[in-house]
């Protein structure tokens, strides 16, 4: 069966599945994006892929014909309701609730397919995994509502599993978080990802594995000091935090400011990651995001917005072969009852809360946050020598962060704290002080005017040395 999927996506930012889905011969036939830079992206890159807008007129260009019924939609509604940034507004954020519009432009997409004859179309919807523990019970509304319960599904305290099954009246649900940094990226970013499908097919197919054995291979650790066309590097971790949207403007209040995994040291100067390097920390081709009019803060947001690549390849391939194969469910003659907290006969739950069920003859299904033939990319891979001259960080900004972590006792990387100290102090303390006084402190922030003294005594609150740190460092070459 060599049918080509259409494919409709739902707040598309600058296109992710895109790009992870290019081989898998299937046809996108609109998009849905408010943002300018993405939208400018996309109609760039998709000339020939309808841009539509804003997502609450779908329903109505679906039922005026205006627009194809596509048989995949794909979507990620805002996470910043969801997200600890955004502070788990959940439903009662108005982005929140686009997550229930989601759903009600997939009910109008079946309506119209089911009229002409046509299957419910499969839904791959993706969100940070703080959806699972939103106060307002965000998740439980947007299974049954997917899944056509009549009532919102309910779990103590809204503290939603991280893999599940959920067979409904009009779809089964199947999801799980997923960590991109075992799927081939340099970067730990968990998500939860959602599929629906007609009741004819079993997502549980798509999203879990079956797997011969539980592989805790150690991988062997990069070295973190290198050389790269005749630049010295170093980076303070195999991989990165999580790539966040606001990364372009407030790199240095985030954790990552602390533990120095978004930082990058170059030839004795510290900077942050490169709009390119960020692509490749995500799974772009490189300068996918370098349009014309692009700002560098344009493209970390874009980026830090979207999804990861090679995860949606991977769900992408399974998903296109479970809608042609339409396989017997992966739990068939397996006793799964333990797992069973459904509490009436209108729906089937499961709930697994571990990264994996043990079967027969060293086999085992696979639902954790680790693929189960694990691939690995490391920073220092992705890291180019070419990175513009703004990005790197003044001495100001150093001693800036070492002042924040001083006053909020926040816990720092060791090496990266001498980086920093000793990039601060090839500025004087006078010129420091002078030139921060022009910046506005932040609500945590002192107000104290900086002393003489205050950099001069970092050596020996922060344990830092003074003399030089790059001229016994020892480098590979890769």
Same mark, same amino acid.
């Given at each position: 069966?060599?049918?080509?999927?259409?494919?409709?996506?739902?707040?598309?930012?600058?296109?992710?599945?895109?790009?992870?889905?290019?081989?898998?011969?299937?046809?996108?036939?609109?998009?849905?994006?408010?943002?300018?830079?993405?939208?400018?992206?996309?109609?760039?890159?998709?000339?020939?892929?309808?841009?539509?807008?804003?997502?609450?007129?779908?329903?109505?260009?679906?039922?005026?014909?205006?627009?194809?019924?596509?048989?995949?939609?794909?979507?990620?509604?805002?996470?910043?309701? $969801?997200?600890?940034?955004?502070?788990?507004?959940?439903?009662?954020?108005?982005?929140?609730?686009?997550?229930?519009?989601?759903?009600?432009?997939?009910?109008?997409?079946?309506? +119209?397919?089911? #009229?002409?004859?046509?299957?419910?179309?499969?839904?791959?919807?993706?969100?940070?995994?703080?959806?699972?523990?939103?106060?307002?019970?965000? $998740?439980?509304?947007?299974?049954?509502?997917?899944?056509?319960?009549?009532?919102?599904?309910?779990?103590?305290?809204?503290?939603?599993?991280?893999?599940?099954?959920?067979?409904?009246?009009?779809?089964?649900?199947?999801?799980?978080?997923?960590?991109?940094? $075992?799927?081939?990226?340099?970067?730990?970013?968990?998500?939860?990802?959602?599929?629906?499908?007609?009741?004819?097919?079993?997502?549980?197919?798509?999203?879990?594995?079956?797997?011969?054995?539980?592989?805790?291979?150690?991988?062997?650790?990069?070295? +973190?000091? &290198?050389?790269?066309?005749?630049?010295? &590097?170093?980076? &303070? #971790?195999?991989?990165?935090?999580?790539?966040?949207?606001?990364?372009?403007?407030?790199?240095?209040?985030?954790?990552?400011?602390?533990?120095?995994?978004?930082?990058?040291?170059?030839?004795?100067?510290?900077?942050?990651?490169?709009?390119?390097?960020?692509?490749?920390?995500?799974?772009?081709?490189?300068?996918?995001?370098?349009?014309?009019?692009?700002?560098?803060?344009?493209?970390?947001?874009?980026?830090?917005?979207?999804?990861?690549?090679?995860?949606?390849?991977?769900?992408?391939?399974? +998903?296109?072969?479970?809608?042609?194969?339409?396989?017997?469910?992966?739990?068939?003659?397996?006793?799964?009852?333990?797992?069973?907290?459904?509490?009436?006969?209108?729906?089937?739950?499961?709930? &697994?809360?571990?990264?994996?069920?043990? +079967?027969?003859? *060293?086999?085992?299904? *696979?639902?954790?946050?680790?693929?189960?033939?694990?691939?690995?990319?490391?920073?220092?891979?992705?890291?180019?020598?070419?990175?513009?001259?703004?990005?790197?960080?003044?001495?100001?900004?150093?001693?800036?962060?070492?002042?924040?972590?001083?006053? #909020?006792?926040?816990?720092?990387?060791?090496?990266?704290?001498?980086?920093?100290?000793?990039?601060?102090?090839?500025?004087?303390?006078?010129?420091?002080?002078?030139?921060?006084?022009?910046?506005?402190?932040?609500?945590?922030?002192?107000?104290?005017?900086?002393?003489?003294?205050?950099?001069?005594?970092?050596?020996?609150?922060?344990?830092?040395?003074?003399?030089?740190?790059? *001229?016994?460092?020892?480098?590979?070459?890769?």
């Amino acid at each position: 069966m060599n049918k080509k999927f259409s494919v409709g996506s739902i707040c598309s930012g600058i296109e992710a599945a895109s790009v992870a889905w290019k081989n898998l011969n299937l046809k996108f036939e609109w998009f849905s994006e408010i943002a300018k830079f993405p939208s400018a992206l996309l109609a760039e890159k998709y000339p020939e892929i309808c841009n539509v807008g804003d997502m609450n007129n779908i329903p109505q260009l679906l039922e005026a014909h205006d627009i194809a019924l596509p048989d995949i939609i794909c979507g990620g509604t805002p996470c910043q309701a $969801f997200s600890l940034a955004g502070l788990r507004n959940g439903l009662d954020d108005e982005r929140g609730n686009l997550t229930l519009k989601f759903v009600d432009i997939v009910n109008k997409n079946d309506e +119209l397919r089911i #009229r002409q004859g046509l299957p419910r179309a499969a839904v791959l919807w993706e969100n940070v995994e703080g959806v699972l523990r939103d106060k307002t019970n965000a $998740f439980g509304s947007f299974i049954a509502y997917l899944a056509g319960l009549d009532d919102v599904l309910c779990v103590k305290h809204h503290k939603w599993p991280s893999a599940g099954v959920l067979r409904g009246r009009k779809r089964n649900v199947a999801w799980r978080i997923i960590d991109a940094r $075992f799927y081939g990226l340099a970067q730990q970013r968990k998500r939860l990802y959602v599929i629906a499908t007609d009741k004819s097919i079993n997502p549980e197919n798509i999203l879990f594995e079956i797997q011969k054995t539980i592989k805790n291979t150690i991988e062997k650790p990069p070295e +973190l000091r &290198f050389k790269k066309n005749g630049s010295t &590097f170093e980076v &303070f #971790r195999e991989y990165t935090d999580c790539l966040y949207s606001a990364y372009g403007t407030k790199w240095n209040g985030n954790a990552a400011a602390y533990n120095g995994s978004l930082f990058v040291v170059q030839n004795e100067r510290i900077r942050r990651l490169s709009p390119l390097e960020c692509e490749r920390l995500m799974g772009f081709p490189d300068g996918y995001t370098d349009i014309n009019g692009a700002r560098k803060t344009n493209r970390y947001q874009g980026l830090g917005n979207s999804w990861a690549v090679p995860v949606i390849e991977w769900i992408g391939t399974r +998903l296109v072969k479970e809608l042609k194969l339409k396989k017997e469910s992966i739990f068939n003659n397996i006793d799964i009852s333990n797992y069973d907290i459904s509490l009436n006969n209108e729906y089937s739950f499961f709930s &697994f809360t571990n990264e994996y069920i043990e +079967l027969d003859n *060293n086999y085992f299904i *696979n639902y954790g946050t680790k693929k189960g033939e694990c691939e690995y990319t490391y920073l220092p891979e992705i890291i180019s020598d070419d990175a513009p001259e703004d990005i790197y960080i003044s001495p100001v900004g150093c001693f800036g962060i070492l002042r924040r972590k001083m006053e #909020r006792n926040i816990k720092i990387n060791n090496r990266l704290e001498k980086v920093l100290f000793s990039i601060a102090s090839q500025m004087t303390p006078e010129e420091i002080d002078k030139r921060s006084r022009v910046q506005k402190r932040g609500v945590l922030g002192t107000s104290h005017v900086l002393k003489h003294g205050d950099i001069m005594s970092f050596p020996d609150k922060f344990n830092c040395v003074q003399d030089s740190l790059f *001229n016994s460092v020892t480098t590979k070459k890769i």
